[in-house]
């Protein structure tokens, strides 16, 4: 079985400052993992992924997310928010039972304020 | 640009009617996905199709069924809509094999926000 937790349904920033979304995963195999953004009545869109080549992920938009097998953790930053990053992020892990179909965290929807 | 269009987005329909959703993507591919997105809840999978005519159920599939007769189109059916069945609803398509699914990631729909009333 697999799962996905993001911690904080929200995560208020100020424009400029570092942005953290947290995920962290259980898989019984080697997980793929990935986050995806959602802007304002819109679909979801890849940001990343992580498909067991280099643990530290670049994305688009200056996101980066670093893979830590020992604390199974799938963090999401990005050195410096923009207001235009206002959306929900959701991290997602497949790969386990033969499955490459992604199970979803329950989004954290970032905030930026000027 | 590849596309996932879902017909509607927005619908208002009544209790006990039967709704369809549709969903039409131009890229060729072969396996498509519904989910339906609630606050706090994520994407949740109600079914998913590898090829034309192919179905299988997701995690919650109960109270809806698909049609796949066309490569290009996956319809989701609310046999009889109930108000607990009030969501956002998405569609998404990768390419085979499924492992395309890890390598390129889904393409979206921009969703159905259906309220049943």
């Known amino acids: 079985a697999q799962s996905v937790t993001q911690l904080g349904s929200h995560v208020s920033v100020s424009e400029g400052a570092l942005v953290l979304l947290r995920c962290n995963y259980s898989s019984s195999v080697p997980p793929y993992l990935f986050w995806y953004v959602q802007y304002p009545n819109q679909g979801l869109q890849l940001l990343l992924k992580?498909?067991?080549?280099?643990?530290l992920v670049k994305g688009i938009n200056g996101f980066e997310a670093e893979f830590k097998k020992s604390e199974t953790s799938f963090h999401l930053t990005k050195p410096s928010a923009h207001m235009s990053d206002a959306a929900e992020y959701f991290c997602?892990?497949?790969?386990?039972?033969?499955?490459?179909?992604?199970?979803f965290g329950r989004g954290t929807s970032l905030i930026v304020h000027p | 640009d590849v596309k996932v269009t879902q017909s509607s987005r927005y619908l208002v329909k009544r209790t006990g009617e039967k709704v369809f959703l549709e969903c039409v993507q131009d890229m060729d591919h072969e396996n498509m996905f519904w989910y339906r997105q609630d606050p706090g809840l994520g994407l949740r999978l109600i079914y998913f199709s590898y090829d034309v005519k192919m179905k299988e159920k997701g995690d919650i599939p109960e109270g809806y069924s698909v049609s796949r007769e066309k490569k290009e189109r996956f319809s989701l059916i609310l046999e009889s809509a109930s108000t607990n069945q009030t969501s956002m609803y998405l569609c998404?398509?990768?390419?085979?094999?499924?492992?395309?699914?890890?390598?390129?990631?889904?393409?979206f729909g921009s969703g159905t926000r259906l309220t049943v009333v």
């Open positions: 997602a892990v497949s790969g386990s039972g033969g499955s490459y179909i992604p199970t």
């Open positions: 998404a398509s990768t390419s085979r094999p499924s492992r395309a699914v890890v390598n390129y990631g889904y393409t």
């Open positions: 992580y498909t067991s080549a280099a643990t």
